[in-house]
T-cell receptor, first 113, second 115 residues
Framework: AQSVAQPEDQVNVAEGNPLTVKCTYS??????LFWYVQYPNRGLQFLLK??????LVKGSYGFEAEFNKSQTSFHLKKPSALVSDSALYFC???????????FGSGTQLTVLP | SAVISQKPSRDICQRGTSLTIQCQVD?????MFWYRQQPGQSLTLIAT?????????ESGFVIDKFPISRPNLTFSTLTVSNMSPEDSSIYLC????????????FGPGTRLTVT
């Protein structure tokens, strides 16, 4: 079985400050980890993924995520938040043998001007 | 990446009726996925649709309620049958990106409201 936890329903951060959105996972075998963003009345947009290799992965719009195997975490980060980053963020995982993604509950990020 | 379109983008339907949602992809793909996102909730996989075979449904979802067609490698439909207000959700189509099987892309979604 595979599962994802996003412990924070809501994250507020001031514009220009660094942001972190937390994600922990549970999966059998090696994890494939993903972050998606959903803007109001829009579908999900792919941000970044970790499959193998460097623990720090970079994605779209200046976002990055750090894979930590010992802590089974894959936190999303950005050095300087923008108001336009305000959206709903989903972490997702699948094992190498699974065909479908399992999503976390989502974290609403609000960047305050 | 794959470009996915869905029709309709939104609809308001009366209980007891059915709605068919279309998903079109700009490239040929083996598997297409249908997800449901209930209000304020995360995404839940309904079924996986493979061309030329019956769709595979996840626990809690049945073919009589959510029949799926997959007539070719670029198109699929999901029907929500005998709707009730509990079916009010966003329904999303998804595929793996061609050539990059680790990346899964989503359509814009169909926002369904059942009154």
């Amino acid at each position: 079985a595979q599962s994802v936890a996003q412990p924070e329903d809501q994250v507020n951060v001031a514009e220009g400050n660094p942001l972190t959105v937390k994600c922990t996972y549970s999966v059998s075998g090696n994890p494939y980890l993903f972050w998606y963003v959903q803007y109001p009345n829009r579908g999900l947009q792919f941000l970044l993924k970790y499959i193998t290799g460097d623990n720090l992965v970079k994605g779209s719009y200046g976002f990055e995520a750090e894979f930590n195997k010992s802590q089974t975490s894959f936190h999303l980060k950005k050095p300087s938040a923008l108001v336009s980053d305000s959206a709903l963020y989903f972490c997702a995982v699948r094992s190498g043998s699974a065909r479908q993604l399992t999503f976390g509950s989502g974290t609403q990020l609000t960047v305050l001007p | 990446s794959a470009v996915i379109s869905q029709k309709p983008s939104r609809d308001i339907c009366q209980r007891g009726t059915s709605l068919t949602i279309q998903c079109q992809v700009d490239s040929q793909v083996t598997m297409m996925f249908w997800y449901r996102q209930q209000p304020g909730q995360s995404l839940t996989l309904i079924a996986t649709a493979n061309q030329g075979s019956e769709a595979t449904y996840e626990s809690g979802f049945v073919i009589d309620k959510f029949p799926i067609s997959r007539p070719n490698l670029t198109f699929s439909t999901l029907t929500v049958s005998n709707m009730s207000p509990e079916d009010s959700s966003i329904y999303l189509c998804s595929v793996y990106s061609v050539g990059i099987s680790y990346e899964q892309y989503f359509g814009p979604g169909t926002r369904l409201t059942v009154t």
